[in-house]
């Protein structure tokens, strides 16, 4: 079946560290693959996505590469701010009908 | 990108009683919506896909009945918890999109149940 794991959170870091937030998957088939953010009292946001292998997607500083071989999808910033702080969302979608496989969410604190 | 409004953002109920989300989308026709659910530390599960004018398709393991969802135009969708219970307390958000594009969703609902 479809599946998404993401380390567990919180991942507390200080301003300007490097991010990694990991993400892998299994899937059937070749799914698209996302990244979402949640900041507080906000609804999802769509951050990034890549659909095929070998794509990266990139927004915000953000950049996160579709590797087929490992089954990753790892998010990653080379400089984080504090206002980067949310809950951060590896999802899949193993068709065009935009059915979401979500992992269960990393929460990132910054500190200033 | 669009909006996707989602309302109320928190609500408590007492056990037995019956509570109505609504997901509006504002600036865009939403052909389908969708319903998820967010246990503490989880995922988020899909509960219900809805069409316009049309019925729901429920995941596996949920109850239709006691989550009804009505997809009433092309701009809200409610998700009625009826006869609610403690377990149902939860968070939930509603996602809707236009044709395949990209899904646009709300802000989330916590729903405690006392």
């Known amino acids: 079946g479809n599946s998404v794991t993401q380390m567990e959170g919180p991942v507390t870091l200080s301003e300007e560290a490097f991010l990694t937030i990991n993400c892998t998957y299994t899937a059937t088939g070749y799914p698209s693959l996302f990244w979402y953010v949640q900041y507080p009292g906000e609804g999802l946001q769509l951050l990034l996505k890549?659909?095929?292998a070998d794509d990266k997607g990139s927004n915000k500083g953000f950049e996160a590469t579709y590797r087929k071989e490992t089954t990753s999808f790892h998010l990653e910033k080379g400089s984080v701010q504090v206002s980067d702080s949310a809950v951060y969302f590896c999802?899949?979608?193993?068709?065009?009908?935009?059915?979401?496989?979500w992992g269960a969410g990393t929460k990132l604190i910054i500190k200033p | 990108g669009a909006v996707v409004s989602q309302h109320p953002s928190r609500v408590i109920c007492k056990s037995g009683t019956s509570v109505k989300i609504e997901c509006r989308s504002l600036d865009f026709q939403a052909t389908t919506m969708f319903w998820y659910r967010q246990f503490p530390k989880q995922s988020l599960m899909l509960m219900a896909t809805?069409?316009?004018?049309?019925?729901?398709?429920?995941e596996q393991g949920v109850e239709k009945d006691k989550f009804l969802i009505n997809h009433a135009s092309l701009t809200l969708s409610t998700l009625t918890v009826t006869s609610a219970h403690p377990e149902d307390s939860s968070f939930y958000i509603c996602?809707?999109?236009?044709?395949?594009?990209?899904?646009?969703f709300g802000q989330g609902t916590r729903l405690t149940v006392v």
């Open positions: 999802a899949l979608s193993p068709d065009s009908n935009y059915q979401l496989i």
């Open positions: 809805s069409n316009e004018g049309s019925k729901a398709t429920y």
């Open positions: 996602s809707a999109m236009y044709g395949n594009t990209e899904a646009f």
């Open positions: 890549a659909t095929k």
